[in-house]
């Protein structure tokens, strides 16, 4: 490992962080270069669990390819799965039925919540706290059961597609969700006075890992580790797709640029996002669920691409079809691996504690990465 | 600045780029060799300002590559697709890693999985393959008869 | 002025140190609030919900027979190759030949539970069964024969 | 009345009057050291259960209990599963210190229990510098930990190490000048003597002030020196997996637990000793009605009270609070802790001087 780290002086110090650590969260391999305890060089590794979901997707139908994707950032598999189902009906040009839009919004909120919830307690256990990880998973297991009761499954439901929704809501869907809108309510405030208020996570967080604005767009980060630094980002905002712009909500974004702006700008994503479930609970239209879609679909000769909004920032689709059942090319543009990229900026001249600090701000998904 | 906009100061600013009807957004075919000139200057011109690179992929036409950029500008709210024609035995293309901080993964990836190798690229090593990978998986014409599955 | 701004900071600091460890001590003394569930005990009250997705199971009624017409429908929908169906060719009281279903064979080791083979039956002869606990000794237990033996196809699907 | 007391005190003289001398105080030692390593298989099975039941309660979960009532005997199947696992040396270690580490970790924290009081008139050995025996004493387990971390041959072991070095070191500063300013208040250095003068009121609550203020440093830094949370960056699992004895597995990683936890009990039973009285009833002033009332819970008792306290207070800390930046936690010792308690020990010896407690 030594000769491939250029600037390495005697006395440096390389760790592997990595494959297997408790912070990496999944398969990073981070090759850091240290001078006592500071970072002078963080050069990540990936590929652990790259399966190639591109050229998978190359031989799998338009129906079939979704749900491979919600193995990829398989904390907000929901998002993801939406964005290929807009790709494709924005080739196909399905008019989508409004009860279907209304349920996937609310998947999609509901899935960022779980997501968002997991990513707190994670990133409190990485600074050191390990309460918080049980109490983030008791409200995210309630999310998981209202899932699993509407879509069938937990953690990657394959629940949208093209044309709508797989399946109609579960009749106890809207009670289940007000009860955990109330529940939730309580418990963020929970969440706040546990870590969001302590000293040391404080002290922790301010002024580690600071990401300037600029910086954030030329690494293509998105999502809130870009709002963190005051880049108005959201696509839910920017570019509007499904009820999205009927909708109201604010878009976050916290100027400071380091860990604790990251860190707050997910806590307020998620009232913002328990607001958007608020206005749409109630008013889930009548109607149909599915739009009615040919059995096989052909997308015309052409490009198209589709970016929705994951918990973790912009997910692309780019699909190139000939014409055929299959895609000719279909390229993933997820949010973690361009965030990825400023961790190496992010983390220089820190100690390793705050490593793992941003590491945990970037909340990555490491098959989300590898792809 | 809308499609049409763009288009027409694009043209102004280079006559030989080629414009691709349809599509979502404006879509620019330029030669590999005009790539780097051509990228510094939607980055820094006045209106254009694209300084979020936000989608890097390398297609394999059989015949030969492309590498599509999508583009947008944080300030003004546009986007923008270029597309770069590349030889199929030798693709090369110049990085834009030093503009967009953000391409030097992407092109790595690209390098990795298509084959595609960019000039002055900082660290051009594979990303997700091991360094001893044989062959550029993503490639249509790659066979791997042992970790390929054909369904 | 520095020592009332330094005094107040630092009583903020234990202030919020106490309202944290306030947190852990209310759910130290609040055991209601705990929500394991004891698994392999509480099987007999656990109840998951209708949708969830365990695992595909051929409906057969009660006189043995199923609704698979044999399309193969499943098949081409299932994305990893989990289903295959072998086919025979039935001689039908007109003397027609008609091709039926023979073997459906399921490799639940395949199997990533995404419905599209369900979305995908005219028929509705398959669905999701909610048995989950798939754990097995042997990989090839996992490859399953969905018809039952002797089962034909019901009377009038088509 | 049947106290330990009593008990050891009859065997002493039944000892004498049966051997010789030296024979009888052979034989006492080696009591004594069987009960010792007896305590710390006790202390290790209750302390490692304690743990796991206060962490599970206060994260919602239940904790451990299917072995035995109550999960009581969860920590003997885990010793025992780790009494069965191959104790790996790596190929590269020291392999000499590498297995004299986790010794000498344990051996240490068996010294300190020597001058600590367990209940009225039993103590191991009542030295006259008792105070500063432990002090001594406890900061030889670094090098314990040093020797772990250097022997490993491996880079997280190593920095472990280093961070541990740098923190026990600070820590005991201000631990000693905490445990100094109730020397001062009480003018002897042996333990016996320190619980003698809390008669007539612990010194938390005689010493004004200055008292509950070393006291809380004395906890913080205690809680420092035995690398617990949110001080545990020796281990900090989730930057350095497992810190020092990432190498170390079956029985001799035990031992690490065991004398983790054993030396929380100890700085515990030290604190419950200076500050809180020791085995001493809690007595206030001349209400010889209240004291008389209280003298009829058993000594014992009082100090496995106070001490158990002080753990699940430690513990407390541990299920709540993020673990501090390794240049924030020596800055909080260098900065604020040494400061503050150089500053109230001259408070202390004030009032000590004056008279001014009660």
């Known amino acids: 490992m030594i000769e491939e780290v250029g600037t390495t002086e005697q006395g440096d110090l390389v760790i592997n962080v990595g494959p297997q650590h408790p912070s990496t969260h999944g398969v990073l391999h ?94 409190a256990m990485d600074v050191g706290a390990l309460t918080p990880f049980f109490h983030a998973f008791r409200e995210r297991e309630t999310i998981n059961d209202i899932m699993e009761e509407t879509c069938g499954a937990r953690l990657t439901m394959n629940y949208m597609v093209p044309g709508g929704v797989m399946a109609d809501i579960h009749p106890n869907f809207q009670k289940r969700v007000k009860e955990f809108l109330q529940f939730f309510r309580t418990k963020i405030d929970e969440y706040d006075e546990l870590v969001t208020g302590n000293i040391i996570f404080c002290s922790r967080m301010k002024g580690i890992g600071y990401l300037s604005p600029e910086s954030a767009v030329s690494y293509g980060c998105t999502g809130p580790t870009a709002r ?103 390229k993933f543009r997820s949010p973690g691996f361009s965030n990825l990229s400023a961790l190496d900026h992010m983390a220089r001249g820190h100690k390793i504690g705050d490593l793992v600090a941003i590491m945990g701000t970037l909340d990555l998904v490491i098959p989300d990465i590898d792809r | 600045m809308n499609k049409e ?95 967009w901080r953000t391409a030097e993964f992407h092109e790595r990836e690209a390098f990795d999985l298509m084959g595609v190798v960019f000039t002055g690229h900082p660290d051009l090593r594979r990303l997700f393959m091991t360094d001893d990978w044989k062959g550029w998986p993503l490639r249509k014409d790659y066979e791997d008869p042992v970790n390929m599955i054909k369904l | 002025m520095f020592l009332k701004k330094y005094i107040s900071e630092v009583f903020g600091a234990v202030r919020s140190l106490l309202k944290g460890m306030r947190l852990t001590g209310y759910y130290f003394t609040h055991h209601k609030e705990i929500i394991t569930q004891q698994y392999p005990d509480n099987k007999e009250e656990m109840r998951l919900p209708d949708r969830f997705r365990g695992e595909v199971v051929m ?72 048995n989950f606990e798939h754990s097995v000794y042997d990989r090839s237990k996992l490859t399953k024969k969905l018809n039952k033996p002797g089962s034909k196809i019901r009377e009038g699907v088509e | 009345m049947l106290s330990i007391e009593n008990i050891t005190h009859s065997i002493d003289v039944w000892l004498n009057r049966t051997f010789s001398p030296t024979v009888a105080v052979l034989l006492e030692s080696l009591i004594v050291g069987l009960c010792v390593i007896g305590l710390f298989a006790l202390l290790g099975l209750v302390l490692v259960l304690m743990e796991r039941k206060v962490s599970a309660y206060m994260q919602i979960r239940l904790g451990p209990n299917r072995v035995g009532p109550g999960g009581s005997l969860q920590t ?17 270690a020291d392999k000499f210190l590498f297995n004299l580490a986790p010794f000498l970790v344990i051996v240490v924290a068996m010294m300190i229990l020597a001058p600590v009081a367990f209940a009225k008139g039993t103590q191991i050995w009542d030295i ?93 830094a205690v809680t420092a020196e035995t690398n617990r949370a949110p001080f545990d960056l020796a281990e900090a699992e989730s930057e350095l997996t497992a810190g020092f004895h990432t190498e170390y ?64 207070m430690i513990m407390w800390f541990r299920w709540t609070f993020p673990r501090l930046r390794i240049d924030q936690l020596l800055n909080l010792e260098w900065k604020y802790l040494l400061p503050l308690s150089m500053v109230n020990l001259l408070l202390t010896a004030l009032i000590a001087i004056e008279r001014w407690h009660f």
């Not at chain 4, 280093?162 to 445990?179: K, T």
């Not at chain 4, 085995?279 to 009605?289: D, K, R, S, T, Y």
């Open chain 4, 128 to 220: 006259n510098i008792g105070v500063l025996y432990i002090t001594a004493i406890s900061s030889l387990s670094v090098i314990g930990i040093l020797m772990a971390g250097w022997a490993s041959n491996n880079k997280y072991s190593l920095l472990g190490a280093m961070r541990s070095g740098a923190q026990i070191v600070s820590y005991e500063l201000s631990a000693g000048i905490s445990v100094i300013s109730i020397v001062v208040l009480t003018g002897s250095l042996r333990i016996s003597d320190i619980i003698a003068s809390q008669q007539d009121g612990w010194w938390l609550f005689k010493g004004h002030v200055p008292a509950v203020i070393s006291f809380i440093i004395f906890i913080i």
């Open chain 1, 30 to 123: 981070l090759v850091i270069t240290l001078n006592g305890e500071t970072i002078k060089k963080v050069e990540p590794h990936l590929g652990y669990i790259h399966r190639s979901i591109e050229k998978m997707c190359e031989s799998l139908s338009y129906r079939q390819f979704i749900y491979v994707t919600s193995r990829m950032d398989y904390l907000s598999s929901h998002i993801n799965n939406h964005g290929c189902a807009l790709c494709v009906e924005k080739g196909m040009q399905i008019e989508v039925p409004a009860r279907a839009k209304v349920i996937r919004v609310l998947m999609d909120e509901l899935t960022r919540l779980a997501s968002h919830q997991l990513w707190w307690g994670a990133m």
């Open chain 3, 59 to 130: 409906l057969h009624d009660e006189k043995n027979e199923h609704a698979c017409t044999g399309c193969t429908a499943c098949e081409l929908a299932c994305p990893n190759g989990t289903i295959k169906i072998i086919t025979k060719f039935d001689i039908t009281p007109e003397g027609k030949k008609k091709k039926a279903l023979d073997t459906f064979i399921y490799h639940l080791e395949l199997c990533t539970m995404c419905n599209l083979c369900i979305e995908a039956c005219p028929t509705d002869a398959i669905k999701m069964a909610q």
């Open chain 4, 76 to 92: 003997v199947a885990d010793t025992l599963k780790l009494a069965m696992k191959e104790g790996l040396t790596p190929d590269g």
């Open chain 4, 249 to 312: 597995s079956g029985m001799k990683f035990a031992l690490f637990f065991l004398a983790e936890y054993v030396n929380i009990f100890i700085v515990c039973a030290i604190a419950a000793t200076l500050y809180l009285g020791g085995w001493m009833p809690l007595h206030i002033g001349h209400w010889a009605g209240f004291n008389g009332v209280m003298d009829y819970i058993p000594s014992s008792l009082w100090f496995i009270g106070k001490t158990f306290f002080l753990i699940f």
């Open chain 1, 228 to 330: 963190g630094s005051g880049i108005s980002c959201d696509i839910r905002k920017l570019y509007p797709y499904e009820v999205y712009g009927e909708l109201q909500f604010d878009e976050v974004t916290v100027a400071e640029g380091d860990c604790f702006a990251r860190y707050m700008v997910r806590m307020q994503e998620m009232r913002q996002s328990l607001s958007i479930i608020e206005q749409l609970i109630d008013n889930i239209p009548e109607g149909e669920f599915q739009a009615k879609t040919k059995a096989v679909l052909k997308l015309p000769k052409g490009e198209f691409y589709s970016r929705v909004e994951t918990a973790r920032g912009e997910f692309g689709v780019y699909i190139i079809s000939e014409g055929a059942t299959t895609p000719y090319r279909i």
């Open chain 2, 5 to 99: 906009e763009l288009k027409i100061r694009l043209g102004e600013l280079f006559p030989a780029a080629a414009f691709e009807e349809g599509g979502e957004w404006t879509t620019v075919t330029i030669d590999a060799a005009e790539w780097e000139g051509f990228a510094r200057e939607i980055r820094w011109a006045e209106g254009l300002a694209f300084d979020y690179l936000f989608c890097v992929t390398a297609v394999d036409w059989r015949t030969h590559f492309t590498m599509v950029y999508h583009l947008t500008s944080t300030l003004h709210r546009h986007t923008l697709v270029v597309k770069v024609k590349l030889d199929h035995e030798q693709p090369v293309i110049r990085t834009v890693s030093d503009i």
